[in-house]
């Protein structure tokens, strides 16, 4: 049985926005992955949520008899069910919450909603390839991906983070992508150790994140 984890707090009036208590279904993955993001992006915009999570050996079983049926034909989890609605494609359920609460975390202009969104189709790329070779059976692509990919996408998101001047892509007003961003970077391995040196707007944006109130409550409570 997935294991379902009771919302931390009575619905806010950031629950009333989106439309009621979310339910997110992920897997029981610690801190790591897609789902991952939703729940830190629940955390910071005070969201209260059910956190449904799924083992690595349950799901296949959920997967065939309920989630491909019922909630998502792809198969995919994270699904976040709100209202008898089942919302997949985890960049878009974030970018459609954060139009729910009054733009917040997505842009202030069609240009900084453009940028958001861009960063976030990095963010996307870069992930599939850290996925690929994370979960490859020659433990040798996990290396090689260290060596290739990581610098590549290190250089293109210091680079971009200079545009507004950071600590987050559109500036100092942190947006869903930077979420997705934090969390493929954590995924990575690369706020361990000397993961970041050499890239001061990437330990910038990292640092920002996690100094922020809800999310340092999170983890602490992690
Ligand atoms: N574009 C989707 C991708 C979802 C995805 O690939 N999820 C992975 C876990 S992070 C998954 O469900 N893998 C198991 C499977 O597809 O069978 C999203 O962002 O929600």
């Given at each position: 049985m997935p294991t379902v984890l009771p919302?931390?707090?009575?619905?806010?009036?950031?629950?009333?926005?989106i439309g009621g208590v979310p339910i997110l279904h992920y897997f029981d993955f610690g801190s790591k992955g897609r789902g991952e993001v939703l729940r830190l992006f629940f955390y910071d915009a005070e969201i209260s949520f059910i956190d449904k999570r799924y083992t690595f050996q349950?799901?296949?079983?959920?997967?065939?008899?309920?989630?491909?049926?019922?909630?998502?034909?792809?198969?995919?989890?994270?699904?976040?069910?709100?209202?008898?609605?089942?919302?997949?494609?985890?960049?878009?359920?974030?970018?459609l919450f954060s139009y729910r609460l009054d733009g917040a975390y997505n842009g202030t202009t069609p240009e900084t909603t453009y940028w958001v969104d861009a960063m976030a189709d990095i963010v996307i790329d870069f992930r599939a390839l850290f996925?690929?070779?994370?979960?490859?059976?020659?433990k040798t692509e996990f290396e090689e991906h260290l060596k290739k990919d990581v610098p590549k996408y290190l250089v293109v998101f210091e680079k971009h983070l200079k545009k507004y001047g950071g600590p987050f892509f559109i500036g100092k007003?942190?947006?869903?992508?930077?979420?997705?961003?934090w969390q493929v970077i954590h995924d990575d391995?690369?706020?361990?150790?000397?993961?970041?040196?050499?890239?001061?707007?990437?330990?910038?944006?990292?640092?920002?994140l996690m100094k922020r109130p809800n999310i340092k409550k999170y983890f602490a409570s992690d």
């Amino acid at each position: 049985m997935p294991t379902v984890l009771p919302p931390i707090s009575e619905p806010t009036a950031a629950n009333e926005k989106i439309g009621g208590v979310p339910i997110l279904h992920y897997f029981d993955f610690g801190s790591k992955g897609r789902g991952e993001v939703l729940r830190l992006f629940f955390y910071d915009a005070e969201i209260s949520f059910i956190d449904k999570r799924y083992t690595f050996q349950e799901f296949p079983e959920y997967q065939k008899s309920i989630i491909v049926p019922k909630m998502n034909p792809t198969g995919s989890i994270p699904i976040v069910e709100l209202n008898d609605e089942f919302l997949t494609q985890s960049a878009p359920v974030l970018r459609l919450f954060s139009y729910r609460l009054d733009g917040a975390y997505n842009g202030t202009t069609p240009e900084t909603t453009y940028w958001v969104d861009a960063m976030a189709d990095i963010v996307i790329d870069f992930r599939a390839l850290f996925a690929k070779a994370y979960f490859a059976e020659d433990k040798t692509e996990f290396e090689e991906h260290l060596k290739k990919d990581v610098p590549k996408y290190l250089v293109v998101f210091e680079k971009h983070l200079k545009k507004y001047g950071g600590p987050f892509f559109i500036g100092k007003e942190i947006t869903y992508a930077d979420f997705m961003l934090w969390q493929v970077i954590h995924d990575d391995g690369l706020l361990k150790g000397n993961g970041l040196d050499g890239y001061p707007l990437m330990q910038m944006h990292a640092n920002a994140l996690m100094k922020r109130p809800n999310i340092k409550k999170y983890f602490a409570s992690d």
